[in-house]
């Protein structure tokens, strides 16, 4: 059976910092490339951050330099490391885990931004 706990989300300061985990298990976790995404509301998902099986990462203009993905195979987890956090980085973070064709979700991760 599949199953993500993802955790750290929650309340911080602008220009403060969180760290994202994503705890995975009931799959090869080594073999999946891992992504954390992050929604509005009234908006579309967006990719935030991705770590492949190999550990090439990728970020959008808009994240890099803020952002870091990282991955522990030894724990099948996932994290994202958020430095300088903006208002606008406000939203519910989602873990995915994909291969091949197959994309697998977490359930979401409230980080609220705000003074």
């Known amino acids: 059976q599949v199953k993500f706990v993802e955790s750290g989300g929650g309340l911080v300061q602008p220009g403060g910092s969180l760290r994202l985990s994503c705890a995975a298990s009931?799959?090869?976790?080594?073999?999946?490339?891992m992504s954390w995404y992050r929604q509005v509301p009234g908006k579309e998902r967006e990719l935030v951050a991705t770590?492949?099986?190999?550990?090439?990462?990728n970020y959008p203009d808009s994240i890099k330099g803020r952002f870091t993905i990282s991955r522990d195979n030894a724990k099948n987890t996932v994290y994202l490391q958020m430095n300088s956090l903006k208002p606008e980085d406000t939203a519910v973070y989602y873990c995915?885990?994909?291969?091949?064709?197959?994309?697998?979700w977490g359930q979401g991760t409230q980080v609220t931004v705000s003074s």
């Open positions: 770590i492949t099986s190999t550990r090439d990462t």
């Open positions: 995915r885990a994909t291969y091949r064709f197959t994309n697998m």
């Open positions: 009931g799959f090869t976790f080594s073999a999946y490339a």
